[in-house]
């Protein structure tokens, strides 16, 4: 599998079961990042409250050694994290439209699906009287897109953004049936598979 293109690249088309690996890779890189980042924080002293990632929608802290308000040390978890969770954004966003593509779907629907929510997680509270209404259509629109990129087939065949991902390509070799005789006579047939490149 080519890694670097399918957490790198927003071309093309990928299955359900390598969005849900690259997903899960994510997740664990994101809990080892917080980790980490908390035990330099705890070991150094550095930080002023905790060590966040927030990859819209998605998010992991740990609590750090509290500094004093405006020391040096307390911009560590900003200095450290904003880079990084913009680093897991970006791999988030190029797995996740390579899935939509595989929906037949443009990369701009994760900003309904995904975007919705990040925003109404840090502006909803300026909402007012319609936060409540606003918070079930942001639901409502990131339940569709659990659904629509976790669980459900991609198009079968070609679609405008690359062919099927679980078709193999052409020329690829396939298992032919070929058929020998066996011991116990001449009549008798034993199905065997030879490897034979398609034309």
């Known amino acids: 599998m080519n890694y670097t293109w399918l957490l790198l690249r927003f071309h093309s088309r990928i299955n359900r079961a390598k969005y849900w690996l690259a997903m899960l890779g994510i997740l664990g890189a994101m809990v080892i990042t917080v980790g980490t980042l908390a035990s330099i924080g705890t070991t150094y002293g550095l930080g002023n409250g905790p060590n966040v990632i927030d990859i819209i ?57 995904v975007g919705a929510t990040g925003l109404y997680a840090h502006f909803g509270d300026m909402l007012g009287v319609v936060a409540p209404y606003a918070g079930v259509v942001v639901f409502v629109l990131f339940l569709w897109g659990v659904v629509e990129m976790d669980f459900l087939k991609g198009t079968s065949g070609y679609n405008r953004f690359g062919p099927d991902p679980l078709t193999p390509p052409p020329g690829k070799a396939q298992a032919t049936p070929v058929t020998y005789p066996t011991e116990g006579g001449p009549n008798e047939p034993r199905v065997a598979y030879t490897i034979k490149a398609s034309p």
């Open 57 to 113: 929608g998605m998010s992991a802290s740990v609590k750090a050694l509290r500094t004093p308000a405006g020391s040096a040390a307390s911009w560590f978890p900003h200095i450290a994290t904003v880079p990084l969770g913009l680093a897991f954004a970006f791999i988030y966003a190029a797995v996740s439209i390579k899935r939509l593509h595989d929906r037949n779907k443009s990369g701009w629907w994760l900003l309904p699906f």
